[in-house]
């Protein structure tokens, strides 16, 4: 994620903030996307290491059922978030420190581990004021009622993308339609297909290797390339070593391959590279769009060869 880029769960994490509670990754390796003050000493010591740590290893021990609150460490509660992981980006939790918390060890071991002074992030936190233990059960009412908003929220926006991914895969497929008639050119639908793929997942070029059948029937040498928005040569370097792909994939954040298959024989790889609309990082939506692309022209090339062949027969039956 590039440091510009607003997390999908940013308002939510102000929400609970609002709550004093912080949102933590559950995973200690993903990085904390929710931080904006760095003068804000409860997210300092929830999200340190020393924290974070620790709610990973209680998270390997949550069953489908997960305690509403526990306390991994003495005055540090932790509240798991039923949130849909793919929308989300991953699993979180809601953390926070009871006020207990500020006469113990915990402060001081939170503190060096986040990197701050203990006396002066007591000295902050007392001012702000820290959930009493008494009050955890309206906290934890408070923010279950949050992640039930998200949540519903989330699965808006999941059924958004997917109707849209959609929506994308039907306008590739009539663009396409129109141009698969008996006898036209396959050079002219290869070029089309690969102008309105670019144009669909908004990449910046697309490109069709060929091997094989698909390579004599458009007159290229075995490995020819056609190619929109990138220069040939340079599509060739990027296809290579990809001719024996089992399914399509995304490399990287920035390129999607697919096989172009008849009758189970490979005869090209379909790419595209470089994508600059939305977030500007290939997912499975623009992977399913290049697959789709890819299965239209193995059959269209089929149905090409056939007409080639048929034609030639009966050219031939009429000079006998």
Same mark, same amino acid.
Request: aromatic share 4%; net charge negative.
């Given at each position: 994620?590039?440091?510009?880029?607003?997390?999908?769960?940013?308002?939510?994490a @102000?929400?609970?903030?609002?709550a004093?509670?912080?949102?933590?990754?559950?995973?200690a390796s993903?990085?904390d996307?929710?931080?904006?003050?760095?003068?804000?000493?409860?997210?300092?010591?929830?999200?340190?290491p020393?924290?974070?740590?620790?709610?990973? @290893?209680l998270?390997a021990?949550?069953a !489908?059922?997960?305690?509403a609150v526990? *306390?991994? !460490?003495?005055?540090?509660?932790?509240?798991?978030?039923?949130?849909p992981?793919?929308?989300?980006?991953g699993r %979180?939790a809601?953390v926070?420190?009871?006020s207990?918390a500020?006469?113990g060890?915990?402060?001081e071991?939170?503190?060096?581990s986040?990197r701050?002074d203990?006396?002066?992030a007591?000295?902050?936190?007392?001012?702000?004021?820290?959930?009493?233990? @008494?009050?955890?059960?309206? %906290?934890a009412?408070l923010?279950?009622?949050?992640?039930?908003?998200?949540?519903?929220?989330l699965a808006?926006?999941e059924?958004?993308?997917?109707?849209?991914?959609? %929506?994308?895969?039907?306008h590739?497929?009539?663009?396409?339609?129109?141009?698969?008639?008996?006898?036209?050119s396959?050079?002219?639908?290869?070029?089309?297909?690969?102008?309105?793929l670019?144009?669909t997942m908004?990449c910046?070029?697309?490109?069709?290797? %060929?091997?094989?059948?698909?390579?004599?029937?458009l007159?290229l040498?075995n490995?020819?390339v056609?190619?929109?928005?990138?220069?040939?040569g *340079?599509?060739r370097r990027?296809?290579?070593?990809?001719?024996?792909l089992g @399914?399509?994939l995304?490399?990287?954040?920035?390129?999607?391959?697919a096989?172009?298959?008849?009758?189970?024989?490979?005869?090209?790889?379909l790419a595209?590279?470089?994508?600059?609309?939305?977030?500007?990082a290939?997912?499975?939506?623009?992977?399913?769009?290049?697959?789709?692309?890819?299965?239209?022209?193995?059959?269209f090339?089929?149905?090409?060869?056939l007409?080639?062949?048929?034609?030639?027969m009966?050219?031939?039956s009429l000079?006998?």
């Open positions: 994620m590039n440091g510009s880029a607003v997390h999908r769960l940013q308002e939510f @102000r929400a609970l903030r609002g004093d509670a912080v949102l933590v990754p559950i995973d993903a990085a996307p929710f931080r904006v003050d760095a003068t804000d000493m409860l997210h300092a010591l929830c999200a340190s020393m924290a974070r740590a620790a709610l990973a @290893r998270a021990r949550w !489908i059922d997960a305690p526990a *306390e991994p !460490i003495p005055g540090l509660a932790v509240m798991p978030l039923p949130l992981r793919q929308a989300a980006g %979180f809601a926070t420190l009871l207990e500020l006469d060890e915990t402060i071991q939170l503190a060096q986040a701050v203990a006396r002066l007591r000295t902050l936190l007392r001012a702000v004021g820290l959930c009493e233990r @008494r009050g955890l059960g309206r %906290f009412r923010v279950a009622a949050l992640a039930r908003s998200e949540a519903e929220r808006g926006v059924s958004g993308d997917q109707l849209s991914a959609a %929506f994308e895969e039907l590739l497929l009539h663009s396409l339609s129109g141009e698969m008639a008996v006898g036209a396959p050079t002219r639908f290869v070029s089309r297909t690969l102008s309105e670019r144009q908004g910046r070029w697309t490109a069709l290797r %060929f091997t094989g059948p698909g390579a004599q029937l007159g040498s490995g020819g056609i190619a929109d928005g990138i220069d040939t *340079e599509a990027r296809l290579d070593g990809t001719q024996d @399914r399509a995304v490399v990287g954040s920035d390129l999607v391959i096989p172009v298959r008849r009758e189970g024989e490979a005869i090209g790889v595209a590279g470089e994508r600059f609309a939305g977030d500007g290939m997912s499975n939506v623009e992977r399913t769009l290049v697959e789709t692309a890819a299965g239209h022209l193995a059959v090339l089929d149905n090409a060869r007409y080639r062949d048929l034609d030639a009966f050219l031939g000079s006998a």
